[in-house]
């Protein structure tokens, strides 16, 4: 167990709606992680958060946003969603903001349909 | 974009073989780090090794690091098919303000028992 904590691990949507997929990091940790991963894309890293401030942004679309909380868990909205978005998402938690060891959440499985 | 590239995609061996991956990545690095995914979980870090080492040893997990080539190896002695999973590389790419963790396409690897 990582410490990081997904929810909801699967889901199943129509095309068009909207989800929120939520993470809390490992206590003590200030910096989140999205990763999203697909077959045909591979492990593709979308936003980071630190300390409730975005940090540095990834292939992450428009329709997607994410924020981090006071209490330091965060949120990844997707919106108008297409067949194109069912992935597996990936939250991830480090303690400083940069370029070491990350711990993953065991992700949320989305499907759309 | 991709900084690592794990090759071989796919390997098969027998229980109690070894497993060699191999990574290689484009630019300079701080570190790399392998990390281990089971079929639909998330990804566990097994190994950094940073850019002064050569080797470094974990278990039965020895990594190398040759810079002047920039590629890494992963090397796992006397395996079990509880090995069996795909098994990444990651370098940090500056992104923003940060270093983020960018991933390789994985190699699969199954261990027959």
């Known amino acids: 167990d990582s410490g990081v904590t997904q929810t909801p691990k699967h889901l199943i949507t129509a095309t068009g709606q909207r989800v929120t997929l939520r993470c809390s990091p490992r206590?003590?940790?200030?910096?989140v992680y999205w990763y999203q991963q697909s077959l045909d894309q591979g492990l593709q890293f979308l936003i980071q958060?630190?300390?409730?401030?975005?940090?540095a942004k990834g292939n992450i679309l428009e329709r997607f946003s994410a924020q981090q909380f006071p209490d330091l868990h965060s949120e990844l909205n997707l919106s108008s969603l297409e067949l194109g978005d069912s992935a597996l998402y990936f939250c991830?938690?480090?303690?400083?903001?940069?370029?070491?060891?990350?711990?993953f959440g065991e992700g949320s499985w989305l499907t759309v349909v | 974009s991709q900084q690592g590239e794990e090759d071989p995609q796919a390997l098969s061996i027998q229980e109690g073989e070894n497993a060699t991956m191999n990574c290689s990545y484009k630019?300079?690095?701080?570190?790399l780090q392998w990390y281990r995914q089971n079929s639909g979980r998330g990804l566990v870090h097994l190994i950094l090794?940073?850019?002064?080492?050569r080797e470094k040893h974990s278990g039965r997990l020895r990594v190398t690091l040759d810079t002047s080539k920039k590629s890494s190896s992963l090397l796992i002695t006397a395996s079990r098919a509880a090995d069996t999973a795909s098994y990444f590389c990651?370098?940090?790419?500056?992104?923003?303000?940060?270093?983020?963790?960018?991933f390789g396409r994985g190699t699969s690897l199954i261990v027959h028992p």
């Open positions: 991830a938690s480090s303690p400083r903001d940069s370029g070491n060891t990350i711990y």
């Open positions: 206590s003590g940790d200030l910096s």
């Open positions: 958060y630190y300390n409730g401030e975005e940090r």
């Open positions: 630019t300079s690095i701080n570190n």
């Open positions: 090794i940073r850019s002064n080492e």
């Open positions: 990651a370098t940090a790419l500056p992104t923003g303000g940060s270093y983020i963790p960018t």
